[in-house]
């Protein structure tokens, strides 16, 4: 769990700083993330989940929602995507369509929907084809209850895809985490002046493991579940099982 006030205060250099303080590798793991996704499913609607700057509306689906509490993550993540097309339009959605904070951006017959809110709060009304959590579980507040969100935004038949940091008892990930409790805090320090919080990231790692995301999602199928690259990164794409009740 992370304090959102963090994230206000990063936001407007997080891209800068996870690229330089892990040398690119997180910007490498998230494309192999959306090549494993594009096997399983192309379009359609998508959630993702403590979307940050909105990295992951690079699936480029018909309709995205995109779930971030940080305001400051959120405006940031508005900016990048009007910056890439000029001909997106802007519109901050009236409180009573979300119960919270939220704009829409449309982008020629695109559609991505910024909401302000957590895993385990945050209301749609309608089920979507895929959620995405890069990055996200390890701070959620509630795991077992972001997950119930989860499975209750999902289609019958859609999929669940993670890409996590979690506890791993190689050699080389040790090191890894050797590196994020030391060195990562002090580049932070320099880069963004938040070597205090960065401290929090490696304490974050070592508290979750693949069993404790896995073992909410009964009756869905394993399609991917692989490291990558560095064994403390994992990946897992589940489906869900298309005999549940809607």
């Known amino acids: 769990m992370m304090d959102i006030k963090i ?5 407007k250099k997080y891209d800068l700083a996870t690229k330089i ?11 192999m993330f959306i090549k ?42 508005s900016e990048k995507l009007k910056d890439k097309n000029e001909k997106c339009e802007i519109e901050e959605l009236s ?7 939220s704009w829409k951006i449309k982008c020629n017959n ?8 957590t895993a385990e709060n945050f209301k749609i009304d309608e089920k979507v084809d895929l959620i995405t959590a890069f990055m996200a579980f390890r701070n959620f507040d509630d795991i ?16 669940l895809a ?22 990562v805090p002090i580049i932070a320090g320099i880069l963004v002046g938040m070597k205090k919080e960065y401290k929090l990231l490696g304490k974050s790692i070592n508290s979750l ?18 490291k990558l690259l560095f064994p403390i990164a994992s990946m897992i794409i589940m489906r869900k099982n298309d005999t549940k009740n809607s």
């Open 36 to 77: 494993e996704i594009k096997k399983h499913i192309k379009n359609g609607i998508l959630i993702d989940l403590a979307s940050a700057t909105g990295e992951m509306s690079k699936l480029n689906f018909n309709k995205m929602y995109l779930v971030e509490p940080s305001e400051e993550m959120n405006l940031v993540a």
């Open 144 to 159: 077992v209850k972001a997950s119930e969100n989860i499975d209750r935004h999902l289609k019958n038949g859609g999929y």
């Open 7 to 11: 994230y206000d205060k990063l936001a």
């Open 21 to 31: 303080v892990s040398f690119g590798i997180e910007e490498l793991w998230r494309w």
């Open 209 to 226: 493991s693949q069993e404790d995301i896995i073992k909410n999602f009964k009756g869905y199928e394993i399609v991917t579940k692989k």
């Open 95 to 101: 409180s009573s369509k979300f119960q919270v904070p």
């Open 110 to 117: 695109k559609e991505i929907i910024i909401i302000q809110d």
């Open 162 to 183: 993670i890409v996590e940091m979690v506890k791993s008892d190689s050699i080389l990930a040790k090191l890894i985490l050797w590196y994020m409790n030391n060195i």
